[in-house]
């Protein structure tokens, strides 16, 4: 299983950004979402698609801004993140559950400045 993330960078508050994760090795079934961490602190729960998604669950520091998705046939996951805030600074990173083993990809970077 592998996992790249890609499409990080540096936006203005109230702009948006997509992030993209390829995927290879990720079965259909897989738990697949987002997480974030700021150095110092834990990685925190972001977005997660289940199941060709059917359900999808956020954070309540994200909702309504954040836009998981998944896409099975080119095997990538998207988070689509809009009204960025300097508090959503942080390394994103994507994630997949699968046959009980978590898998996480190397990051992506997110500044949000003004």
């Known amino acids: 299983v592998k996992l790249v993330e890609s499409g990080g960078g540096v936006v203005l508050p109230g702009e948006s950004l997509t992030l993209s994760c390829v995927t290879s090795?990720?079965?259909?079934?897989?738990?697949t979402g987002w997480y974030r961490q700021v150095p110092g602190k834990r990685r925190d729960f972001i977005a997660q698609v289940n199941d060709w998604g059917v359900a999808n669950y956020y954070a309540d520091s994200v909702k309504g801004r954040f836009t998981v998705s998944r896409d099975h046939a080119k095997n990538m996951i998207y988070l689509q993140m809009t009204d960025l805030k300097p508090e959503d600074t942080a390394v994103y990173f994507c994630n997949a559950v699968q046959l009980d083993e978590s898998y996480w990809g190397q990051g992506t970077q997110v500044t949000v400045s003004s």
């Open positions: 090795g990720v079965i259909s079934t897989a738990f």
